[in-house]
């Protein structure tokens, strides 16, 4: 290696673009959802109204699975008795086919509930 380096190009800084900064205020529209006049107020009734359609979407299914754990057990009395490798079969039960289900529930409504906030979001910055 010389140190003269007159074969080597010129060293450059990359740097990635400035963001704009939070601090600059709201985004666009959120003061339309914020005001007290009947437009605002019909924003925040159909967010409220989408969100709440995306909650009984999963909060049905989610009651359905969680009743028939009890039911099978009524339906069936020697569940509690049975083993499977050793494990009690209701227990089987709960960590196979009922907490997997309500955990895939859960992402599923994160994933639904942040959609109606995106377009809810859209639909501001569209205005």
């Given at each position: 290696?010389?140190?003269?380096?007159?074969?080597?190009?010129?060293?450059?800084?990359?740097?990635?673009?400035?963001?704009?900064s939070a601090a600059r205020g709201p985004?666009?529209?959120?003061?339309?959802?914020?005001?007290?006049?009947?437009?605002?107020?019909?924003?925040?009734?159909?967010?409220?109204?989408?969100?709440?359609?995306?909650t009984a979407s999963i909060l049905g299914?989610?009651?359905?699975?969680?009743?028939?754990?009890?039911?099978?057990?009524?339906?069936?009395?020697?569940?509690a008795r049975d083993e499977v490798l050793?494990?009690?079969?209701?227990?089987?039960?709960?960590?196979?086919?009922?907490?997997?289900?309500?955990?895939?529930?859960?992402?599923?409504?994160?994933?639904?509930?942040?959609?109606?906030?995106?377009?809810?979001?859209?639909?501001?910055?569209?205005?």
């Amino acid at each position: 290696m010389s140190e003269g380096g007159g074969d080597r190009p010129a060293r450059q800084v990359v740097r990635a673009p400035e963001r704009p900064s939070a601090a600059r205020g709201p985004a666009p529209g959120t003061g339309d959802v914020l005001r007290q006049d009947e437009y605002g107020r019909v924003l925040l009734g159909s967010l409220m109204r989408a969100q709440l359609g995306v909650t009984a979407s999963i909060l049905g299914p989610a009651v359905v699975l969680l009743a028939l754990y009890p039911l099978l057990a009524v339906l069936v009395p020697g569940l509690a008795r049975d083993e499977v490798l050793g494990v009690p079969l209701t227990l089987v039960v709960l960590g196979g086919g009922i907490y997997p289900p309500l955990v895939l529930l859960g992402f599923w409504y994160v994933r639904r509930a942040e959609h109606v906030e995106q377009r809810f979001s859209e639909l501001l910055q569209d205005r």
